[in-house]
């Protein structure tokens, strides 16, 4: 791992405090160089997620937030703010229903986790996450260096273009100043 690399940051969301202390206590003993936030509603959220869109790497995001918004009730919001944020939706449903809940979700979100959380699933599910987020940052820096390399080719052929209008524009004074 380079110096340069950035903590990937994960954010735990649940209105139960155990179940966020449980989750994190098990990421970090499974995983290096992460930081863990927690937050108890929708609304600390939301507003975190205004003020730092780019911040957040992976969510794992509660469904059920007791009274109020619901996990899917903000998923636009959060997709629409920060559109690279990974979602891992958790869910106290059993998991075929959960399962065609997460499908409603359809590409907002990665995948889904059933309560209880088994330490396997978590660990594998964040995993396969973290590798989609370092794919897609791959194909990013891939996109902006061929975009680089075309801007160049186009500034140069701009340069050539202003140069042959140059030319051409000399070449009409100079038969317009024989006549």
Do not use: C
């Not at 340069?4 to 969301?13: F, M, P, S």
């Not at 202390?21 to 930081?35: A, G, W």
Request: overall charge negative; hydrophobic content about 40%; cysteine-free.
């Amino acid at each position: 791992m380079s110096s340069d690399e950035k903590k990937k940051i994960i954010a735990l969301t649940d209105d139960d405090l155990n179940i966020r202390s449980s989750l994190e206590r098990t990421i970090l003993r499974h995983f290096q160089n992460i930081e863990v936030m927690q937050f108890g509603t929708t609304t600390e959220l939301k507003k975190f997620i205004l003020n730092n869109p780019d911040t957040i790497d992976l969510l794992i995001l509660d469904i059920h937030f007791g009274i109020g918004e619901t996990g899917l009730d903000i998923l636009p919001y959060i997709k629409q703010t920060a559109p690279t944020i990974q979602i891992i939706l958790l869910t106290a449903m059993e998991r075929v229903y959960g399962q065609s809940v997460t499908n409603l979700a359809g590409d907002m979100i990665f995948d889904f986790i059933s309560k209880p959380v088994t330490e396997t699933e978590l660990v594998i599910k964040i995993k396969k996450a973290l590798l989609s987020i370092d794919s897609i940052g791959d194909k990013i820096k891939n996109l902006q260096s061929q975009n680089t390399i075309l801007s160049s080719i186009l500034d140069h052929d701009k340069q050539a273009s202003l140069g042959a209008g140059r030319m051409f524009e000399k070449e009409i004074s100079d038969r317009l100043a024989k006549m």
